[in-house]
């Protein structure tokens, strides 16, 4: 079993990027798990996936990697007893901290053969971001396996080389993937990166 | 965790607030009142913030919990809409909000005041007003969920239709809640026991409303509302309830200078009772009354008021 957790700011795109995964992963055949958190006492990324016809678990009212990390894990329990999937995607909070989240998720007892960290970053308001929460952001994407450049539908020119060049900087080695979620653009490349 | 040690929200100065509530008469209007909901709450944040770092969104669902979603992260992008709903008679919402670098009261508060601001038949789940500070002014025909709160913790003012309104001896009694700091009301930084609170009624007959009276009443009470600013008041609430023999009651509040809220359905008919209702800080009784008295005289809805005549003077005396 593999477990994938999607970190990124808020309105980066990670629920969009989660429902385009658990369809690629059910294409393949395999059983997927999906745990959304919002830190908000009003959850409303359950209701979207349910929209657009998935099922998920929810965790509201607070965030897994710190107040509700409890939660996490004995969810995560119950989904391994229950469900037992091949694949658990784990959408924490926009304002979580995904290593934190990988951390709960290897004390957690279940059987992962791996865990995967997805960076997702939001071209839009990246210079907002940074400009304002470097060292958040920072904080997020400095533990995730790859690092995806969300919304390169709505890029300006040159907007996701400068992006890249920041990233590649800040991280040497981790690999850059410029996507659109919403249009598919390039996410074969990072279904030929997960397993 | 430890108890010292911070969230990731306290780390990255983010909060997150949110309602649950439900929408009766639910339509594609409604669905796009809610869109501008998000909207308006996403302009707020960006003139708190400078920005829109996170996101607004919105469930509104059956319940069997199918139905669509909103969600705004960026103003140039509007809302998106996930999902199709169909007219329902009731409907479930969830409305919640993500962001960074803004008071978490005060976006509860302009989520609220969006709310509000979308004409939409809707209730909460749970009042608002526990964090809001508010004088808010309630109707409670039904009955509100918040009724007691509100009577034991705060200076808010509430009607049970048909009866006196008790609301006079919370004015007295209680500090205002707002300071004057940020207030959507109007309201001034002032003190209830320093400074005069002004409530006034006039009761009569309404005879011959059309649709047109409508807007003549508002005229009304939008010129009261002006008085009271011209003469360094400041106007909390100017009411008028109507009470047709054969018809539900129509109440017409005004909080905030043009905007007006109309609850139940404008009655035409030949003859209803009216009250009208203004309170105003900083200005007496008397003097409300007097100019309340003289915008019914002034207005081209026919109407006759009970009590002694308002103004002794010529029709002069107090329309300059």
Known sequence: ?195 | MSDQEQTSLEIAGGCAVGFTGSISCYNADAEARFSKALLDVGKWVVEESGSLLGHIKAAIVKEDGSGITLNLTDLENGVEHHGRLDPQEKVSFSFMCAVLDVDEHELKHAMWHALEDTGLDYSLDEAPCHCHDHDHHHHDEEGCGCHHHHDEDHGHHHHDHGEECGYHHHHEDQEPRHGGERCCHSHKSSRYEEVEVGDAMLTGTFSDLRPESFMSILESMDSIWDWICSVDGAPELIEVTIAPEDADWAVITMTEKDFTLLEGKFPTCKKAAFRLECVAIGVNEKEIKHRAFHALEDSDVKNTINGQPYCGGSHGCCHN
């Open chain 1, 1 to 195: 079993m593999y477990v994938y957790i999607l970190g990124g700011f808020l309105g980066s795109g990670k629920t969009t990027l989660l429902m385009k995964l658990a369809s690629m992963y059910t294409k393949r055949g395999e059983k997927t798990a999906l745990l959304v958190n919002e830190s908000g006492e009003i959850g409303v990324d359950g209701a979207t996936l349910k929209a657009e016809g998935y099922d998920a678990i929810e965790l509201p009212n607070g965030c897994i990697c710190c107040s509700l990390s409890g939660t996490l894990q004995s969810a995560l329990r119950n989904i391994e007893k229950d469900i037992d999937p091949d694949v658990i995607i784990v959408e924490p909070t926009g304002l979580a901290l995904p290593h934190k989240v990988k951390e709960l998720v290897r004390v957690s007892m279940i059987d992962a053969d791996e865990t995967f960290i997805i960076g997702v970053a939001d071209v839009q308001r990246f210079d907002d971001l940074i400009r304002k929460k470097e060292e958040f952001f920072t904080m997020q994407m400095s533990h995730a396996d790859f690092v995806l450049i969300n919304k390169s539908d709505l890029a300006k020119e040159g907007q996701i080389e400068e992006i890249t060049s920041w990233i590649k900087k800040k991280f040497p080695g981790k690999p850059v993937i410029s996507i659109s979620a919403k249009t598919e653009e390039n996410l074969d490349k990072v279904y030929e990166m997960m397993r």
